[in-house]
């Protein structure tokens, strides 16, 4: 079935069709736009190329016979293990004939027949108490690959925080590669420990030592000193394994202590470490100036949840962080932080920094930078550049030149609210790009006169006597305190982008577009409440010598508590279920980068029916405000491949909602095509050429479908 707009396509879009298929089509081995990764039909890295846009030339499946699309083959990933909807955060890759995935919170590893969906070998790490406390079990987004002396190397960072190189065509860890570990069925030889490399010059753990603690490899880093995990693949380049690090997220505890998420560097070929990177800078350090009363001593986390890029030719590699620990409350760690919320371009051969942007500072609202910084090579102004673009949670979009650093449009410093609760930190100012405009320009202001809710003027007013109430302001609103008595109810803020970590942007080198979804929500934070010193952290993890979890358990894990916690309350009201502000769900946006420009914006779905049955609204003639879920994407050839991801609770909101795998128009959003999905899509797709046919990978998943968590695969006939 072919959906089109005003029942036929236009006469520029026939033109475009013949045009495309003629010229373009069955070609497969287009060369590559840019940075490195899908040459040859090749998705070599988690975001197809190095610089993680999701894109690739391949157009034998064109705007002509995408409806032709065919089923190929299922991947289920049933055996893998329990926790079965998380499997769908791991984007395969594919290389030299193969395809190579994670499943499931054990983070296997997988080989799959590309043309049937067969496994060709899997690779399980042995148990340790580590992983069982790991917070992050289930949210291995892939894996890496490298050639080393002519042999195809996976690379795979573990919950437990190893570091393993298996052989490419038998899964085996490689011979004379790391170091052993002592605990009992791990091989001598293929694996890192990597907790011994981070915590390495580290004072708190230094002290540990001298007090006569020991470390113990089974159990990991006690736990009054931190947790730690790994999210994102390692990203290898020119040789480099770069390594990044998770932990238990910030807004789970109360403890102010954490190992910090160091970035390290080891040798692709031997395992051997090369660089460590401070993310908490040290004295003497660029940036330990930011950090305030010696928080630097004991504060931790920063971690590189998001994966990362690279520029191999600038010996590059991009990463962005989260903030330190207790993203509610910054009073024990005052200053902008460094290098907390922040771009990060290193020197992949030696791990110096060669240039950084701070996008928010001190952040306290769970502001992390969930998506991985974009490259793409843009002409502005008539002059090439060398770009890297950073899409955030609050819908700003972030541009610079990737190899110096410069912003390749003004950001200018704007003052924001400020903290009123007593001994908190927020910092005076925080950094807003002049250009690109926001997806969302909500976000600026808040809820100005022109988002507030207008569908009938009884509604509008009601809207604005609610808010007049209310102090209302843009992105960085802070919570109150549990004792406020001023003249507000609650401060208001906005995002427009969300949370962007299972719908990453994605862009189309080869012209420049970028395609972003998001969504609308405005918010009042709620009011904080003193902690009295005593400390909440997360008990479901087991302590040295037990095997499981410990749900009744209430360890104390830190040595000083956070003065203040998040205490509930705030909440905005609602007009007989209906949001003061003017909904928008689930949105898809274009821009044309190379000017900054948008160029289409468009819902996705359909507004939810629980908005249209809305006795207040009803004869009313109200826009478009999309359904439930997520807007995942990539981009192949002439097309905009899109589709919808849908939680549980999401579907149940919108249980008619359409399974269809989207062929988009680039140029206008249009839908050009269809096919059916077996299941709701996951986090993201990909596409390669094998054997002369072009597939299409989508990850899909859901327990209302006979498809927990799987891949589907697509191709055309013979």
Known sequence: MIQTTQAALSIVNTLRVVL????????????AQGLPGTENGEWRYLGGDAGHTRYSPLNQINVGNFSELEQAWVWRSDNFGPNLDYFSRSTPIYVDGVLYTVATPRRQVVAIDPATG??????????TIRHQRSPRQAYGKGVAYAEVNGRGVIYITTPGFFLWALDAKTGRPLENWGSEFPVGGYPETGSIDLIPHLVEGWGPWEDYVVAGGDYDPDYGIPRELGMVTASAPPIVVNGVVVVLVGHQPSYGQTRIENVPGDIMGFDAETGERLWKFHVIPRPGEVGHETWHNDAWRFSGDMSTWAPASADPELGLVYLVTNASTVQSYAGHRPGDNLFGGSLLALDVATGERRWHFQIHRSDQWNYDLPTPPMLMDLTVDGQTIPAV?????????????????????????????????PGNYTSPTQPYPTWPEPVDPIVIDG??????LDYTPELKEEALTILNGYRIGGLYVPALPNTYEGDYINNVGCLGGGNIIPHPPVADPSTGLMFNSHSRNCFAPGFMRPTNGVDRDNPNYPEPGEGGATPNSTP?????VAAWLPGGGGGLPTIDGLPVYKPMNNQLTAYQMNSGEKIWSLPVGETLQQIRDNPRLQGVDIPNSGGVGWSIQMVTGDLLIQTRALSEGMAQMEPDAPLTLNARDKFSGEIVGQVPLPAPGQYGMMTYMHNGRQYIVVQIGSSRTEFPGALVAYRLPN
């Open 20 to 31: 495309s298929v003629s010229l373009l089509a069955f070609t497969g081995a287009v060369a």
């Open 389 to 421: 673009i950073q899409n955030t949670k609050q819908g700003l979009i972030f541009a610079f030149n990737r190899e110096t650093g410069e912003p390749i449009w003004p950001i200018e410093d704007r003052p924001v609210i400020q903290t009123e609760v």
């Open 447 to 452: 809820i100005t006169e022109e988002f507030v």
């Open 556 to 560: 104390t894990t830190g040595v000083t």
């Open 118 to 127: 067969e496994n060709l070998w899997t690779f399980r790490e042995p148990e």
